[in-house]
């Protein structure tokens, strides 16, 4: 209602102007007002308007504040999609959900193109430091390579209302991480996904209290407030992503959420949420370009690095095997933002440390490291990864899930086409 009487106003407004405004300063010129004083009047009616104009619009902004299309005051309004209102049967989503596993509570599916972006990589201790007196701090920036290729990832900080009623930025760390694993995971149960492969979209379906007994169970405990928390931070914080200085991608983990009243939000942790994932996970979905992996192995990793490289290797190494090797350089790991310590030797301690966690694990059998000097200095370091037997067991399941997938794809009359 505040609307409309503001929009009939203004309507009535420039109906008066364009009406009368034309003939006023003959009308002043029949009342015997000599051209300087009308020249007065005629700036003098711009500068009421002017007023009046300013006036309107703060009350505008008062009385019709747009709440729910901004979600911090950092992010940019950017209109919200809203998830299907019928389930959509999509043969994508069910071959994502489909493995080749005797446990599929094991097994979940790993995107290399979303997960290569750095995004979890600050710490508490360093996201304290970016944050200014009144605890605000400035979008983060980090460069790395990929493939050749030079990108560099923007990440603006959710703004979280705190118990003072001030707010507090924070970026997105491990607990997220695991919270978005979680999420991949659930998408994969029954009626907790949907996909819309003609509008490129993946939505998924889900409970504080689903989130909360998955990492449980994965030996990844968090409070519902800690995942309440990480929820509200995957939902406001705003990831850009540039390739050679051109921005491809913006929006956040987990965009356009669906959830309920504060009231009821806090009171019914079973209660249904919905949010939207990444464009690059649904691009995966339709292009059938993720893979199956030990997912249980993956969050019994206690180390970031750990689960970082365990992904690379389940992406790169597909054909492992006991008579070929995989290898990686110190420096490709130093782009992930996971090795900031402020001494090189900390850093290589703390690949180290990674790989002995890996062999704990049961996901390699060994590693040897070749340390490439200039003079005596360590410019760079070469490690070479032997696989588990376990290890080959489970990439051989993972191409086996590719062929079966690529076999229902070309089996079905008429075929379907991958969309783009």
């Known amino acids: 209602m505040r609307l409309l009487r503001f929009s009939g106003f203004y309507y009535f407004h420039f109906a008066f102007i364009g009406a009368f405004a034309p003939y006023w300063s003959f009308y002043l010129q029949t009342l015997v007002f000599n051209v300087l004083e009308i020249g007065v009047l005629i700036s003098l009616q711009i500068s009421v308007l002017m007023s009046l ?10 009385t019709n504040k747009r709440g729910s299309e901004f979600t911090t005051p950092y992010t940019l309004y950017m209109p919200e999609k809203k998830p299907p209102e019928k389930y959509i049967k999509s043969l994508q989503l069910d071959l994502f959900s489909q493995f080749v ?15 290569s972006i750095p995004k979890y990589f600050l710490t508490p201790a360093q996201v304290k430091k970016l944050r200014t007196d009144t605890g605000h701090a400035d979008p983060y920036e980090w460069n790395y390579t990929e493939k050749g290729s030079y990108f560099t990832v923007r990440i603006q900080p959710a703004l979280i209302k705190q118990g003072n009623n001030k707010y507090q930025a924070f970026f997105p760390g491990i607990t997220e991480e695991l919270v978005e694993e979680a999420l991949k995971k659930i998408l994969t149960i029954q009626n907790h996904g949907i996909h819309d492969v003609n509008k490129v979209e993946t939505w998924v379906r889900f409970s504080l209290r689903m989130v909360l007994k998955e990492l449980a169970s994965r030996g990844r405990d968090r409070n519902i407030n800690q995942i309440k928390h990480a929820i509200e931070v995957m939902s406001s914080c705003v990831i850009s992503l540039s390739k050679e200085k051109k921005e491809i991608w913006k929006g956040s983990i987990l965009q356009d959420l669906v959830t309920v009243g504060r009231e009821e939000y806090l009171a019914d942790t079973d209660a249904q949420h919905i949010g939207r994932l990444p464009l690059f996970i649904s691009h995966a979905i339709n292009r059938l370009e993720y893979r199956q992996f030990n997912y249980d192995r993956l969050m019994s990793c206690d180390e970031q690095l750990s689960r970082f490289i365990y992904k690379k290797l389940i992406n790169r190494y597909r054909h ?10 110190f420096s490709d790991l130093k782009s992930t933002g996971l090795l900031q310590q402020s001494r090189e ?11 002995d966690e890996l062999k704990e694990k049961n996901i390699i059998a060994s590693y040897e490291t070749d340390e490439r000097k200039e003079s005596r200095a360590i410019t760079d370091v070469k490690y070479t990864i032997f696989p588990s037997n376990q290890f080959i067991s489970e990439q ?21 086409l991958i969309s783009n």
Do not use: C, G
């Open 53 to 62: 104009l300013m006036i309107t619009r703060i009350l505008i902004d008062n």
């Open 101 to 115: 596993t005797n446990d599929k509570s094991e097994v979940s599916n790993t995107v290399e193109i979303w997960e």
């Open 320 to 329: 492992a095997n006991l008579i070929n090797n995989y290898h990686f350089m």
């Open 345 to 355: 030797i900390d850093n290589r301690r703390k690949v180290l440390s990674a790989l």
């Open 396 to 416: 051989k399941a993972a191409n086996k899930r590719v062929n079966d997938t690529e076999k229902q794809i070309n089996d079905i009359s008429p075929p379907i």
